[in-house]
C-alpha cells in the first residue's frame, strides 16, 4: 500500500518559515500542513481529549485521502493505566468518529513507569472496534517478552518501533499487516535533526519488515525549530529510493 509520513503535531509557533509563511492565521495551519504531508499524528488529543465536532472540523479542512492519527488521552493510559478501558475507550472513538474517512490508527503512548501486564492490555485492546488500527509505544522494559507480542499479534495491534537519539528503543517486531514508527530525538546537527545516515537505516529496516503491501506511518516527534518538517521529508525521499510507495510530502530546502 502506502508509507505514510509526518509529524507529531501541527502547531508549533517555530514551524513559521519552515512550513507556514509568517502571517499565516493560525487556524489555517492544519490545511496548510495538509497540502503538503498526507498525514499528522495528533498529539494534542493525548492532554485533552477534543469532542468529535472539534474532529468533525479538523476532517473538513484537510482533503480526501488525508489521514490523521490520534493519540489517545492520558485519563486511558496515564491516569486509568489501562484499567476499567471500557468506558475511556468507548468515549475515544465516539470522538474520533468525527474524523469521518480521515481517522488513521490510533497511538496507546503507555507511562514509563507501567510495568507490563499482558491482561491489561489484551483487555484494552479487545474494547477497540475490530476495524480501528491501535498501535502499542510501551516504555517500560518489562513489556518485551513473548507473552506481550502474542497479545499484539492476536489483535493485529502494531508494536510502536521508537526511535531516540538515532537508536531503537524498542524490539523490532512485527506484530501485525501494518506499522508504527515514532522519531522522537536525532543526533545531528542543528538538534534535533536526524542524519540521512539513521534515516536511511530506518527506511531498509521498513522495506525489509513490511512489504510493499502494507501501510506503515512514520511520524517525527522532534519539533523543535522545525526539525521534524525536514526530518520527514528527507525520511520520504529515502524511503522513496528503496522502491517503497510514499504518501505526497514537501519539498523543503534542508537548513
Known amino acids: 500500500m502506502v508509507l505514510f509520513v509526518g509529524t507529531s503535531g501541527w502547531q508549533y509557533d517555530d514551524w513559521r518559515g519552515v512550513l507556514y509563511e509568517p502571517g499565516t492565521p493560525r487556524r489555517q495551519w492544519l490545511a496548510r500542513y495538509a497540502e503538503r504531508f498526507s498525514t499528522v499524528e495528533n498529539n494534542a488529543a493525548f492532554y485533552r481529549l477534543p469532542p468529535a465536532d472539534t474532529f468533525a472540523d479538523w476532517r473538513d479542512r484537510t482533503p480526501p485521502g488525508f489521514r490523521m492519527a490520534v493519540k489517545a488521552s492520558r485519563y486511558l493510559t496515564h491516569i486509568k ?37 499482558p491482561g491489561l492490555l489484551e483487555a484494552c485492546l479487545g474494547c477497540f472496534p475490530p476495524q480501528l488500527r491501535v498501535a502499542v509505544e510501551p516504555r517500560h522494559q518489562s513489556w518485551w517478552t513473548r507473552e506481550v ?43 534535533p535533526r536526524y542524519g540521512k545516515q539513521a534515516l536511511g537505516h530506518w527506511a531498509a529496516r521498513v522495506a525489509e519488515t513490511w512489504p510493499n503491501t502494507a501501510d506503515v506511518h512514520a511520524y517525527f516527534n522532534n519539533d523543535l525549530g522545525g526539525a521534524a518538517v525536514l526530518d520527514a521529508a528527507a525520511f520520504a525521499a529515502i524511503a522513496a529510493r528503496t522502491g517503497r510507495t510514499v504518501a505526497p510530502v514537501p519539498i523543503l530546502t534542508t537548513r
Open 81 to 117: 493505566r489501562l484499567r476499567d478501558p471500557a468506558e475511556p475507550v468507548q468515549r475515544l472513538c465516539a470522538a474520533v468518529a468525527g474524523l469521518g474517512d480521515r481517522l488513521g490508527p490510533v497511538l496507546l503512548q503507555l507511562p514509563p513507569t507501567l510495568r507490563a501486564d
Open 149 to 191: 507480542r502474542s497479545v499484539l499479534t492476536r489483535h493485529n495491534a502494531a508494536l510502536c518501533w521508537a526511535d531516540r537519539r538515532s537508536r531503537p528503543v524498542t524490539p523490532l517486531w512485527r506484530t501485525a499487516d501494518w506499522g508504527y514508527l515514532r522519531f522522537h530525538e536525532g543526533l545531528a546537527h542543528p538538534f
